[in-house]
């Protein structure tokens, strides 16, 4: 009887301790999406789920979208009206050193900001070259000089000094879910490195700074499915091009679900691997299939924060020796699905965190300077001009220095949206370097986009900054996903022409 209690009082202790680790989890974190768009696919998604692999001709409003299906002659025309959306695979750079302005209608462009008064804002350096608007349209700017300096890589560019393989032990010692290995690859393509499967392995040696930013962009998509898994390794500082595991590294472990950081070090004859602090739940199933990931490494202070879509999401601390000893960046793939890394750049980081989501969206009641070190001024900003943003305080006019503020705020931006609230028929573009545009769409042809903005007006944009258009924004969508083969597509043309069939006829451009 003795032994039964004994047995119930261990069950019970269990039970509570469970209970006890399971109430002091991490929440799950959400990030905002980049947006639809798939680096990896040129096509059309349709409303009703159907998908048309092909390239972009043109946008007539007269005719419609202008297609060229593969494998199919003459281009085919589709009614924007049964459109979800657009992607577009486009190999442009964006350029480093730009600030983000957020506007009360939900816009956001990098841009350079050259003047703000009372009355208007002016920019350039934007995907319409120089663009001016209301100030009134202002809800923040997240200045360039927040975060990253001398740039050491940028790419890839090519696949020169990067070392590619197929690693049969790619989960290597660390506390992670167990995935199959494989025998998959990377390759170089279209500024990009492309895996094929679980296994595969990319490396490269860089200079890191002992304050490093490291950023890139991943996608995950699958060419007929809407979203994939993807489980990825990047090991930082690492003495190994050639293993995920053997070498004396920081491994950050990235999936849709969650992230983790683990030191890895060499002890006698074996590399042992702890993980730093406890995993980041993170859910990024409801984003689409892409994320730009930036981690921020201070080798002195053995300091990580990790940002998704610029979202801090985690942070962890070495307490020992740093466990890097090597300048090797290396990206393991350990899922079966494909994955495409690019954008990757290395910069110098100057220290300061990462500017929250939250606090870029946040409507103050006066307008508001965030300097670097944290400290806040409030009042009305009355100009930024020369590299200075003037704001007039209780205490007096005072101009702070543009490259030590880290976030302005607007007080009067809820005058902004009212206008765009009114208009329906939009077409939502999500351009590189995160940004996004509402706007009437007139025409695009020769890669220039005529476009009708509440905030901008009517202005001229250049369409290898626009990664996706998404069309009715409002209607309901078909999330199967279904790739229309060569036959079908013959058929729908067919149908088509008839009047009928899944692409709706388009209006007569003369009623």
């Known amino acids: 009887m003795k032994g039964m209690f004994r047995l119930y009082f261990i069950l019970l202790g269990a039970l509570l301790m469970g209970t006890q680790v399971h109430a002091a989890r ?18 059309v998604y349709m409303l009703n789920g159907d998908i048309i692999s092909g390239k972009f001709l043109k946008f007539d409003p007269k005719v ?7 494998n199919i002659q003459p281009a085919i025309q589709i009614d924007p009206a049964g459109i979800d959306r657009v992607t577009f695979n486009s190999t442009t750079s964006v350029q480093s050193g730009l600030s983000r302005v957020l506007l009360a209608n939900g816009d956001s462009i990098s841009c350079q900001v050259d003047l703000l008064d009372a009355e208007r804002v002016v920019m350039s350096k934007t995907p319409a070259g120089q663009l001016e608007l209301k100030r009134s349209h202002l809800k923040s700017i997240v200045p360039a000089t927040t975060g990253s300096g001398r740039i050491v890589y940028a790419g890839p560019v090519s696949d020169k000094e990067w070392v590619f393989g197929t690693s049969k032990k790619a989960n290597g010692n660390v506390p992670f879910a167990a995935k199959p290995s494989g025998n998959g690859k990377f390759a170089f393509n279209a500024n990009a490195i492309t ?8 490396g490269r040696e860089v200079e890191f700074p002992d304050k490093a930013l490291i950023e890139f962009d991943l996608d995950w998509s699958t060419q007929g499915r809407n979203s994939s898994y993807f489980s990825l390794n990047v090991n930082l500082f690492t003495d190994n091009l050639k293993s995920p595991s ?45 994320a730009r990931f930036s981690l921020r490494a201070n080798k002195k202070a053995r300091t990580f924060f990790l940002s998704i879509n610029g979202v801090q999401v985690a942070n962890w601390k070495d307490k020992e020796a740093f466990a ?4 090797g960046l290396l990206f393991s793939s350990r899922a079966p699905y494909p994955i495409k890394i690019s954008n ?28 670097l070190n944290g400290d806040t001024l409030t009042g009305a900003i009355t100009r930024i001009q020369d590299g200075r943003v003037r704001i007039k305080s209780s205490f007096g ?13 607007f007080a009067n931006a809820n005058q902004g949206d009212a206008n765009q609230q009114k208009q329906k028929g939009l077409v939502r573009a999500t351009l590189k370097g995160a940004g996004n545009l509402d706007f009437a769409l007139i025409s695009w042809e020769d890669g220039k986009l005529e476009v009708d903005s509440p905030a901008f007006g009517r202005v001229t944009l250049n369409g290898a900054m626009v990664e996706s258009l998404t069309f009715n924004t409002k209607s ?4 199967a996903g279904k790739e229309l083969t060569k036959k079908e597509l013959k058929k729908l043309q067919r149908e088509k022409e008839k009047g009928r069939g899944n692409l709706p006829p388009l209006p007569d451009p003369k009623r």
């Open 26 to 43: 991490a929440p799950m974190m959400t990030v905002p999406a980049l947006g639809k768009a798939s680096a990896n696919v040129e096509a």
């Open 64 to 70: 419609g979208l202008v297609w060229e299906a593969n």
């Open 195 to 202: 895996s094929t499967g679980s296994g595969a392995t990319a």
């Open 246 to 290: 053997n070498g004396n590294a920081y491994a950050l472990k990235l999936s849709q679900t969650g992230a983790n950081l683990a030191r890895q070090s060499k002890e006698g004859e074996d590399f042992v691997s702890d993980r730093l602090g406890a995993n980041a739940r993170v859910n990024l199933t409801g984003i689409g299939a892409r």
């Open 324 to 327: 890097g000893k090597g300048k």
């Open 344 to 371: 990757i750049r290395i910069s110098e980081w100057n220290g300061n965190k990462p500017v929250a989501s939250v606090d870029a969206n946040f409507r103050p009641k006066q307008d508001t300077v965030r300097m």
């Open 397 to 409: 006019e005072v101009g702070v220095p543009w490259v030590n503020s880290s976030l302005i705020l």
């Open 476 to 479: 309901k969508r078909n999330k």
